[in-house]
C-alpha cells in the first residue's frame, strides 16, 4: 500500500460544495432583522434529513496532533451532518468521493476562524479533528430510525501535515 499525506488547503466554498456547504456571517447579509440590531445570513446550508429529523447535540472533543494518523473515514447515508463551532478556532476537515462504497480520493480543508462545515449525506469523512482542547461544536444531524453510520477503516498510512 503507498502511504498518502495530506497537507489541508484554505477551506473554499466553491471546492468544497461537492461534499457540502461551508458557512459563516462574513459579507453582506441576506436581510437586517430585530430592529435593525442583528444581521441575518439566510438558508446558508443544504440539510438534508430524509425520513428522520433534525436534531442539535454538542460534541466537546480534544485536539489531535498534527502530524495526525487518520485511520477511519465515516458517512451518513440517511441524513446531512453540520458542524458548527462555538468557538474561533479553525478545525481540519478531510473528506472523499464515493469509490464503489468507500471512500475515493481523500481532500483536506483547513476552516477559517467562526466557520462551520455541512456534509451532505452519503459523503465520507473524517472525525472530527479539533485543533484546540476542549473545542465544542454544535452538530446538526438526523435524528431518527435506520443505521446512519458506515464507516470505513484503512489498511495504509493516511498523514494529515501541517
Not at 63 to 73: F, G, K, N, R, S
Not at 106 to 111: D, E, M, P, V
Not at 112 to 118: E, K
Request: net charge negative; hydrophobic share 40%; aromatic share 8%.
Amino acid at each position: 500500500m503507498v502511504d498518502t499525506i495530506l497537507k489541508p488547503e484554505l477551506i473554499d466554498a466553491d471546492r468544497f460544495r461537492p461534499f457540502g456547504d461551508v458557512f459563516d456571517a462574513e459579507g453582506d447579509p441576506d436581510m437586517i432583522i430585530n430592529e435593525g440590531r442583528c444581521s441575518r445570513h439566510h438558508d446558508r446550508v443544504r440539510l438534508d434529513f430524509g425520513t428522520g429529523r433534525a436534531g442539535i447535540s454538542l460534541f466537546r472533543t480534544r485536539a489531535v496532533e498534527i502530524p495526525y494518523a487518520l485511520t477511519v473515514m465515516e458517512r451518513h447515508p440517511l441524513g446531512a451532518q453540520a458542524f458548527i463551532p462555538m468557538s474561533e478556532d479553525p478545525f481540519i476537515v478531510v473528506v472523499a468521493e464515493d469509490d464503489n462504497g468507500k471512500p475515493g480520493t481523500l481532500h483536506a480543508f483547513k476552516t477559517a476562524p467562526r466557520q462551520g462545515v455541512s456534509y451532505l449525506p452519503n459523503t465520507w469523512h473524517a472525525p472530527l479533528i479539533a485543533l484546540r482542547d476542549d473545542a465544542v461544536f454544535a452538530v446538526v444531524d438526523r435524528i431518527g430510525p435506520g443505521n446512519n453510520l458506515q464507516e470505513f477503516t484503512y489498511d495504509m498510512r493516511v498523514t494529515v501535515v501541517p
